[in-house]
């Protein structure tokens, strides 16, 4: 996790900080393969989740970070098949970061942050061939 959740207001800047770093590893995943559309369709979920948790910021009175001047991305991308292996892990940390956050959020999102932590696990499974289980709380 790249910060400790403890409360709602650590939890909304987790969250928003994984958005803001898949929209930029979907960039780099996405001039990788040789058809990017799937990877910048994921990048426009994130967008677009960016979006929205931003406006929760604003409605619950918080500042919300900025992104980060510059990211890492592990594993290396250097073709289409690790390219996939990237996506599908981006995808499974994003599900950690989720997951971890439910409980701290406030009780008006809840449900919009579990349909996209299902999303995520759909995007996972969709690069890797792989279901994995995950809990989450409503």
């Not at 400790?4 to 001039?31: F, H, P, R």
């Not at 929760?56 to 500042?63: K, R």
């Not at 892990?89 to 970061?97: Q, S, T």
């Not at 579990?114 to 690069?127: D, H, M, P, T, V």
Request: include cysteine.
């Amino acid at each position: 996790m790249s910060t400790l959740v403890k409360d709602e207001l650590t939890a909304l800047e987790d969250l928003l900080a994984s958005c803001y770093g898949a929209i930029y590893a979907y960039g780099v995943v996405a001039a990788y393969l040789s058809d990017p559309e799937e990877a910048l369709n994921a990048m426009a979920a994130f967008r677009i989740h960016r979006d929205q948790l931003l406006t929760s910021f604003d409605e619950f009175g918080y500042p919300a970070p900025a992104a980060s001047a510059a990211y890492s991305i592990t594993p290396q991308v250097l073709d289409d098949p690790s390219a996939r292996v990237a996506a599908a892990l981006l995808e499974e940390n994003a599900i950690a970061h989720w997951a971890n956050a439910l409980f701290y959020l406030p009780a008006q999102i809840k449900q919009r942050e579990c349909e996209f932590l299902q999303g995520c696990a759909i995007r996972s499974f969709s690069w890797s061939g792989i279901a994995k289980a995950f809990s989450s709380a409503t």
